[in-house]
């Protein structure tokens, strides 16, 4: 495997690094597999966290597991056309709506690393999705196109710019968000123009990393032609 210079910057020993992460396969998604951490592993937050850089990209999170099973369970709404996939992490979405027909296939995030993972993962899987390391707001996002968002709602600090952020890329586009229940209760999507379209009971997939042995995960979309299909 080709290692970018970049993880130079992790750690000297970028092989120790990497003896941590395995290919592995989520049991709501075996069409897919993915590079991430074997297990939650301190070390390598820390490591991260002092070369201040995010933490979170290592790991296969349940809303983008939600997204892709819906995804490839539902393959005529990507089918032929361009997809994003915001917060994509591991690309897991991105890599799913390919595999589902999707034309073009972006995944997007402000991770640096997350460039990383998506060629490797995306290799693996024997699809080409692009890269695109940007803040959520300074993405361009065509017209016309499906958009997928994973798990960007933290308090309601953020709440109301994200969700009208992708409230006016829905008058264009389909959008699609996902939304774990980390909140107590689970959280609920307050927007006009978002309407729920299912829920999965997502096996938490990294051991160490979550208190829960399943996490509810909640999908909401702006485009009401699905949830009449649905």
């Known amino acids: 495997m080709d290692i970018p210079a970049k993880f130079t910057s992790i750690t000297p020993n970028v092989e120790d690094l990497l003896d941590n992460f395995a290919w592995r396969k989520h049991p709501l998604l075996p069409e897919l597999e993915f590079f991430c951490l074997k297990q939650k592993d301190d070390v390598v937050k820390k490591q991260l966290q002092d070369a201040h850089h995010s933490w979170q990209w290592p790991y296969l999170w349940e809303c983008g597991v939600a997204l892709g099973r819906w995804i490839l369970d539902n393959p005529s709404i990507v089918k032929d056309k361009v997809v994003y996939d915001i917060g994509t992490g591991q690309g897991t979405a991105a890599i799913a709506a390919k595999r589902a027909g999707a034309k073009i296939s972006i995944g997007i995030d402000c991770c640096v690393y997350s460039d990383f993972t998506i060629a490797v993962n995306s290799n693996r899987n024997n ?103 649905s």
């Open 127 to 229: 699809e080409i999705v692009t890269a695109y390391i940007k803040d959520l707001f300074k993405a361009k996002i065509a017209e016309q196109s499906v958009i997928f968002a994973s798990d960007l709602i933290y308090g309601q600090q953020t709440s109301d710019d994200i969700l009208n952020y992708l409230a006016d890329l829905g008058q264009t586009s389909t959008v699609i968000l996902a939304q774990s229940g980390r909140q107590n209760p689970p959280y609920e999507i307050k927007h006009e123009a978002f309407h729920h379209l299912m829920s999965y009971e997502v096996p938490c997939f990294t051991p160490g990393l979550e208190t829960i042995e399943t996490m509810p995960v909640s999908l909401w979309t702006t485009n009401s032609l699905i949830l009449q299909g």
